[in-house]
């Protein structure tokens, strides 16, 4: 089984011992929830791509001391996958950050797009926005990932366009579309958008912007999809035509 991860600071670094001393929440997570021992191997990560793998070497209530012996860095995953994922009611956004981090999505879009029943508007858009961060954190945290999906601010409409132009492959995930996500030539590096459009489905106004904008509609399978499932599905179905995921370069 892989060793668990633990999250640290980016600035934080062995000290002449090699030693790291695991603090606050998720010294407190380790030792009181999932109550590493000593001689347990761990990870710890900074979210960026650094993981120093390590022997516990002390636990005490709120301190983990890990004896480190290997450090490494990343490097950041090509292609880049940027889902822009429309609000979903309830905690169905949630749902979809978090099987999108789990899947290896490494950017996370929030749009208000016009179909959308839930609205972010000024304080509620902070919190929504938060609220998706500390999910691909700790989504991020369970799938063993060493970097945390970026997760934007609120984008509109035009925002999204701008996004679409500037990618190297963009595709809409419609249901309305001829062309099925699984025919599509996908770039083995460079940054793929796809765009996911809420329950309610993308007005024609949406689906026109989109369109000029560079977006190729395509769509997923027979049958309809949630807005909270087309995101990780369509980018399960993009990443397995890549080499991250084991498809020949």
Do not use: N
């Not at 960026?48 to 005490?60: K, P």
């Not at 994922?85 to 949630?94: F, I, N, P, S, W």
């Not at 179909?115 to 509620?124: A, K, L, P, S």
Request: aromatic letters at 4%.
């Amino acid at each position: 089984m892989a060793p668990a991860v633990y999250y640290i600071d980016p600035s934080d670094a062995p000290d002449g011992d090699g030693m790291i001393a695991l603090t606050g929440d998720e010294a407190r997570h380790a030792a009181q929830v999932a109550r590493v021992r000593v001689g347990e191997t761990v990870d710890l990560v900074d979210g960026q791509g650094r993981r120093l793998a390590g022997e516990v070497t002390a636990v005490a209530r709120d301190r983990v001391d890990v004896r480190i012996d290997h450090v490494t860095t990343e490097v950041a995953p090509s292609p880049r996958v940027v889902v822009v994922q429309a609000l979903a009611k309830g905690d169905r956004g949630e749902q979809a950050v978090a099987a999108m981090t789990e899947v290896g999505v490494d950017v996370i879009v929030p749009w208000a797009a016009e179909h959308c029943v839930t609205r972010w508007v000024g304080e509620r858009a902070e919190r929504g926005v938060a609220k998706w961060r500390t999910t691909a954190r700790a989504a991020a945290k369970q799938a063993r990932r060493s970097r945390v999906p970026d997760v934007l601010d609120l984008y509109s409409t035009g925002d999204v366009e701008s996004l679409v132009a500037d990618a190297d492959l963009a595709l809409s995930l419609d249901e309305s579309a001829d062309e099925p996500l699984a025919g599509v030539s996908v770039p083995h590096d460079g940054t793929i958008v796809l765009v996911v459009g809420p329950e309610g489905g993308f007005s024609e106004a949406e689906r026109a912007r989109l369109r000029d904008a560079g977006a190729r509609p395509t769509r997923l399978g027979p049958s309809v999809l949630r807005t909270s499932t087309a995101g990780p599905v369509g980018a399960a179905v993009v990443l397995s035509r890549t080499p991250r995921w084991g498809a020949p370069a």
